[in-house]
């Protein structure tokens, strides 16, 4: 298995970072203030605004390490990654089932499955624990249609009515999210998705826990030899992860979703640690940032059972075997893509 080495997020906005021998080092007005040795990475994020240094660069794509580029606010701008790995015969067979929506709607299916599977099994988490806060008919209700969807995505081969079931199955999810959130609830109301810019706390984090999530599920497909860019389920666009997208789909729940509802109802982040903008948009100030940066690579080193191979991992590892299952399945080595299914 896959060693789960540690990604560096630079969240110093003026923070350029260059290569010092097998480190990357990290100046700040002309003054270096830290060094990280490249063999101890697997990632870089910089919400910096000064960029990294050729040399830098190009050591990290021959050490297959990739740097994330946001923006201050989150936002992707873009990512540099070395030459492709795996064998070439992968990815063409990638591209061609990409062009065949039949045989995408087979793998795309499964990532729905997944995803509305996970969200069911929060909502019969939340209903054991918390069923003295919530509305426990609503929770009960929704799961047993839940479960009817589940099996009216499994009998569906056409892409478009699997998104269309995905689309309704979200907006009836996210109309019980509010009750998740247990404490703190006078500022962490949450009505409904918004996004680019988020317009509330609750939002923010949630969008930023996803950006996250699709920057660790590129970066599993890369390892594993597939394109991150060339979905299944999420059409094709110009500097769009569509197969990130698709994969992170079934993890949105258990692993984002749950990880910012823990930060609320934990008490980890409060009003205080967000600002709003003159346009209305709502941002984590540069502390919470790094709170909030700390606790998800604490998350990623907590120990499960992957449900499906059985074997004892890392949080931080599931993207990456997901990745590698559905490798496995487009060289036709299993029958079909298993989604992880949460227990």
Not at 20 to 41: A, C, E, S, W
Not at 117 to 140: A, C, P, S
């Amino acid at each position: 298995m896959r060693k789960l080495l540690n990604t560096l997020f630079i969240t110093t906005p003026d923070a350029y970072l260059f290569l010092d021998g097998g480190n990357i080092g990290i100046r700040v007005d002309k003054q270096t203030i830290g060094k990280v040795p490249l063999l101890n990475l697997e990632g870089v994020v910089t919400f910096g605004r000064s960029g990294a240094s050729p040399a830098l660069m190009n050591e990290c794509m021959q050490s297959t390490i990739p740097i994330t580029f946001l923006s201050p606010t989150g936002k992707l701008l873009g990512r540099v990654i070395g030459p492709s790995k795996g064998n070439v015969v992968l990815r063409k067979h990638q591209y061609h089932i990409s062009e065949d929506m039949t045989a995408s709607s087979v793998i795309a299916r499964n990532f729905i499955i997944g995803k509305i599977y996970n969200q069911r099994w929060m909502l019969e988490r939340t209903t054991r624990d918390h069923g003295l806060v919530i509305n426990t008919n609503q929770f009960k209700s929704l799961s047993n249609h839940f479960k009817q969807i589940i099996k009216q995505v499994s009998e569906s081969t056409n892409l478009d009515t699997i998104r269309g079931i995905e689309g309704n199955a979200a907006e009836e999810y996210y109309g019980v999210f509010n009750q998740m959130i247990l404490q703190q609830k006078d500022y962490f109301q949450f009505n409904g998705r918004n996004r680019r810019p988020p317009l509330d706390g609750t939002n923010a984090l949630l969008s930023f826990a996803y950006t996250l999530l699709a920057h660790d599920t590129a970066s599993a497909l890369e390892t594993v030899g597939l394109d991150a860019y060339v979905g299944f389920m999420h059409q094709d666009r110009p500097g769009r992860v569509s197969l990130a997208l698709d994969l992170m789909e079934e993890l949105r729940g258990v692993y984002a979703d749950r990880f910012v509802l823990r930060l609320i109802n934990k008490n980890i982040l409060s009003e205080k640690d967000f600002q709003t903008k003159e346009n209305g948009a709502v941002l984590l100030t540069d502390d919470a940032r790094k709170k909030f940066l700390t606790e998800w690579q604490m998350r990623k080193q907590d120990t499960i059972v992957h449900p499906y191979l059985g074997e004892k991992i890392s949080w931080g590892l599931v993207p990456y075997c997901q990745a590698l299952l559905l490798a496995r399945y487009l060289r036709g080595d299993l029958d079909e893509y298993p989604p992880f299914l949460w227990k």
